[in-house]
Structures are given as C-alpha cells and as structure tokens.
C-alpha cells in the first residue's frame, strides 16, 4: 500500500493481491480517521458482492472469481 497525505484527506493505491475492505479499515484505524468517504478506481478479482433480495427478504452473496475494471468506487 502506498499512501499520501493531501490537503482534504488521503491519497491510497494498493498494491496487486491486497484485500479491498481490509486495508482500507486498516488505513483508517491507523490514521485515526473517524469518518469520510471513498472514491476510487482500479481492477479488482476474486470479487464477492451483496445485494438484498426483496422476495427472500435476506441478503445474498454472489462471488466472481475472474479480473474486472472497477470503474466506479463510492461509499462512506
């Protein structure tokens, strides 16, 4: 992971095999960042999605186990 201090926040690339989530918790419990938002794009594999299914009323998980663009990265 390399990472660099800007004026309104951070700059993070990871690296090829780091896992997504878990190093951006890492990172934040690390710089002690309270709360923020995220934005990014990449390439990412071994993908595993949730979703809410109405009918079931749960929710599900679905994997993806190829490489794909990530060509929109949002959340909070």
């Known amino acids: 992971m390399q990472t660099k201090k800007i004026a309104d926040?951070?700059?993070?690339?990871?690296?090829?095999?780091?896992?997504?989530?878990?190093?951006?918790?890492?990172?934040?419990?690390?710089?002690?960042?309270?709360?923020?938002?995220?934005?990014?794009?990449?390439?990412?594999?071994?993908?595993?999605?949730?979703?809410f299914d109405r009918e079931q009323k749960k929710y599900l998980q679905r994997k993806f186990d190829d490489v794909y663009e990530l060509v929109s990265l949002v959340g909070s």
């Open 9 to 51: 926040g951070f700059v993070v690339k990871l690296d090829k095999g780091e896992q997504l989530v878990d190093s951006l918790i890492k990172f934040a419990r690390q710089e002690k960042v309270d709360s923020g938002s995220v934005a990014g794009i990449g390439a990412v594999t071994n993908v595993t999605l949730g979703y």
